[in-house]
């Protein structure tokens, strides 16, 4: 249900907000997927600017980070939100959210959608709900 939700409303929030909104001390990152070749996992790119007190000016630098994606859903482009996890080997992490699928075709998308919407319809129907 999460990747319907992150695709019915992929901008319900600007990036802006979504920045924003990041839990603090690197426990969440906001970037994009430069590589989906793995199973069930994704390379992001997180490009960041800092203060430089003596040079009075600001820097940017970028990390890799590989992302669990369970359900091969990112492709190579998207702007996701990762979430730091229990580390099992390296600098691993989990998406938490699909802000901009950028990296496919809007109508592919709500294709999707819709058919996991009827599948979720009819599941709630055989349950007689």
Request: charged share 25%; aromatic share 10%; glycine share 6%.
């Amino acid at each position: 249900m999460q990747t319907v939700w992150t695709l019915i409303h992929p901008t319900r929030i600007s990036v802006q907000k979504t920045i924003k909104n990041l839990l603090p001390s690197g426990q969440e990152f906001f970037g994009t997927v430069t590589r989906d070749s793995r199973n069930k996992s994704c390379k992001i790119k997180v490009s960041y600017k800092y203060w430089h007190k003596k040079y009075k000016s600001y820097f940017g630098n970028s990390s890799e980070f590989i992302a669990h994606d369970e359900d091969n859903f990112c492709k190579v482009g998207d702007k996701v939100v990762i979430k730091h996890c229990q580390k099992t080997g390296g600098k691993y992490y989990y998406v938490r959210n699909v802000v901009i699928p950028v990296g496919r075709n809007p109508s592919d998308v709500q294709d999707e959608v819709m058919k996991e919407l009827q599948n979720i319809r009819t599941q709630l129907v055989q349950q007689g709900l």
